[in-house]
């Protein structure tokens, strides 16, 4: 039985060094900053988030097209029965401005024997040079420049959009790289652990031999030694999955497959803002100025409703000459022209009301929603910092316990071999050293996580890791 125990031991004892043995290797180092700016540099998501604001400027030049101007032709013949009866050509220029007023021009040309009358014109053809005004609604907007307008808002937006989301990547990455970081310092705590039991139990097992301890001391070091290969057992398991899960957000191509370590600084202390300095920040925050981008759009859309509260009244005006005429200057407008007038009004007008209606509502949910947001955002800027600087008095006053509990471990590890103190006791005080150094980690690592919260709740944390 005892054979079986002591091979068991070996056994356990082998894997946990093959787990050590497996870090000491060379590996790529990072600090916080250079983790995430990686991260946003070369991340997929970084790299989407950046064609998300290219392809919103490719959608604001497609709506400034309907403002370019356009070539147009046409050309019509027929033939029947050995008879031409028509051919019809007109050709020419149109142009609208981002004023409402459209500009044309063009020239053509008709001849057959069934022709049309009203398409008579003169042997060289026609060249004619008009414009078109909208005297009631779409003078002032319409849906060209509404639409123009809008994407040029969602243009802006898609930079909103681009720092909340990496603003929420970097918080992210940034609690990942902290709870890796974690894992490590407690799988050190762990190793350290097993390797003072297994001393303990040597010294004990060679002190047994020579009747200077009893076996019950042994077995209680054994036991204990088990216990410590149960826990490093366990926190390597959490260590290897952090390690794998912490490479989602490993993209720096040096960096990739590579061993990974981090490098902090335990000595850090936070810069935390004053509270004007707060507001100031909480006024340029991602998600409120993408409230009032949805406000402005709104009110793009409310005044376009407006505007076809007022009938539409379209006046055209067309100069006209004969072909061979167009350069001689001798214009006569008072006998060639056209003139167009028509005018479209809906009665009711429901439609628009109702709109106007559904945009007001929504203006207000919007304002309403800002509200919630604006208060939301205050109370977790002020929650991350009481809670940063409790965070912080708390990871100091844990440090301290945890070496002071080391200490008296070490004293009764001395004490134990003057034959002063038993197994049990330091068994008691190693366990205590243990519970105490696994709070300060937990402590540390919520206060690097909480400051990153901070940052993240003034909605700055991304722009400040690429600083």
Request: with cysteine; glycine share 6%.
């Amino acid at each position: 039985m005892q054979k079986t125990r002591r091979s068991n031991l070996l056994f356990i004892i082998m894997l946990c060094t093959l787990g050590a043995s497996a870090q000491q290797v060379d590996t790529i180092a990072f600090n916080e900053r250079d983790f995430l700016r990686q991260l946003l540099l070369n991340a997929p998501a970084a790299q989407n988030s950046q064609l998300f604001k290219d392809m919103q400027d490719a959608e604001y030049e497609e709506a400034r097209a309907a403002f370019e101007p356009k070539l147009a032709g046409e050309f019509g013949a027929k033939q029947f029965d050995s008879k031409e009866y028509y051919n019809k050509f007109q050709s020419g220029v149109k142009v609208k401005t981002p004023f409402g007023v459209k500009f044309n021009g063009g020239y053509e040309n008709n001849d057959g024997q069934f022709l049309n009358p009203e398409n008579n014109v003169p042997a060289q053809g026609l060249a004619y040079l008009g414009v078109e005004v909208p005297l009631g609604a779409g003078l002032f907007t319409d849906s060209e420049r509404a639409l123009v307008k809008q994407r040029e808002v969602e243009r802006d937006v898609a930079t909103l959009v681009y720092n909340l989301e990496m603003n929420d990547y970097t918080l992210e990455a940034g609690s990942t790289f902290w709870q890796w970081y974690g894992e490590i310092l407690k799988l050190e705590l762990a190793q350290e652990a097993v390797r003072r039991a297994k001393n303990r139990f040597d010294f004990v097992k060679r002190k047994n031999k020579i009747g200077e301890a009893a076996d019950i001391d042994t077995l209680e070091s054994f036991i204990n030694l088990q216990n410590r290969l149960t826990y490093n057992f366990d926190i390597q398991m959490k260590w290897f999955k952090i390690s794998s899960y912490i490479r989602n957000y490993v993209w720096d191509s040096s960096a990739i497959g590579q061993p990974l370590a981090p490098i902090v600084d335990s000595e850090y202390d936070a810069l935390v803002l004053d509270m004007v300095y707060n507001q100031v920040l909480l006024r340029q925050h991602p998600i409120l100025l993408m409230l009032e981008a949805d406000s402005a759009v709104n009110a793009i859309n409310y005044r376009l409703a407006r505007e076809y509260l007022k009938p539409e009244v379209d006046v055209a005006f067309k100069l006209q000459e004969a072909g061979n005429e167009l350069g001689g200057g001798s214009y006569d407008p008072g006998n060639n022209n056209f003139v167009g007038f028509n005018i479209y009004m809906p009665l009711l007008m429901r439609m628009q009301r109702a709109k106007m209606r559904q945009l007001e509502y929504k203006n207000e949910m919007i304002s309403n929603k800002r509200d919630e947001l604006e208060v939301k955002l205050n109370n977790n800027i002020n929650i991350s910092q009481t809670n940063s600087a409790t965070l912080r008095l708390n990871t100091e006053m844990l440090r301290v316990a945890s070496s002071n509990y080391k200490d008296l471990l070490d004293a009764e590890i001395t004490k134990f071999r003057l034959g002063e103190s038993s197994v049990f006791m330091i068994n008691s005080r190693e366990l205590k050293w243990i519970q105490a150094r696994e709070k300060y980690i937990k402590a540390y690592v919520s206060y690097r996580i909480e400051i990153l919260n901070y940052y993240h709740s003034l909605g700055v944390l991304n722009q400040l890791v690429l600083e």
